[in-house]
C-alpha cells in the first residue's frame, strides 16, 4: 500500500508559480511511474504530466509544455510539479498518482491517489 500526500498548493497571481510536492509512505516509489492530474470545478479530472520511473522519461498535456516541470527524488521518495508562468485557468485541485503499465503515461492505470491539493490563481 502507499499513501501519497501532495502539499504546496496556495493561492497566487496570474504569472506567479508554485511548486508541488507528492510525498509518499508505505513503499518505494521506484517502480511507479508518477504523474500530476487537476480537476476543476465542473470539469473533469485531466491529466497535467507523468515522469517515468527512472526519472529519464517525461510527459506532459500541451497546456503544461514550457510552463510546467514534473520531477522526482527517488532518496526522498518525493515527485515534484513546478509551476511557472500560471494563469486563472490553471486553477484547480492537483493530485499526484502512482501509475502502472506501459505505454502512454495518461492513459495508464492509476494505482494509488492523493488527496489533492488546491491551487488558485487570480487575474
Known amino acids: 500500500q502507499v499513501q501519497l500526500i501532495e502539499s504546496g498548493g496556495g493561492s497566487v497571481q496570474t504569472g506567479g508559480s508554485l511548486r508541488l510536492t507528492c510525498a509518499a509512505s508505505?513503499?518505494?516509489?521506484?517502480?511507479?511511474?508518477m504523474g500530476w492530474f487537476r480537476q476543476a470545478i465542473g470539469k473533469e479530472r485531466e491529466f497535467v504530466a507523468a515522469i517515468g520511473w527512472s526519472g529519464l522519461s517525461t510527459q506532459y498535456e500541451d497546456f503544461a509544455k514550457g510552463r510546467f516541470t514534473i520531477s522526482r527524488d527517488s532518496a526522498k521518495n518525493t515527485v515534484y510539479l513546478q509551476m511557472n508562468s500560471l494563469k486563472p485557468e490553471d486553477t484547480a485541485i492537483y493530485y499526484c498518482?502512482?501509475?502502472?503499465?506501459?505505454?502512454?503515461?495518461?492513459?495508464?492505470?492509476?494505482?494509488?491517489w492523493g488527496q489533492g491539493t488546491q491551487v488558485t490563481v487570480s487575474s
Open positions: 508505505g513503499r518505494p516509489l521506484t517502480s511507479y511511474a
Open positions: 498518482a502512482a501509475l502502472r503499465g506501459l505505454g502512454d503515461f495518461s492513459q495508464r492505470t492509476i494505482e494509488y
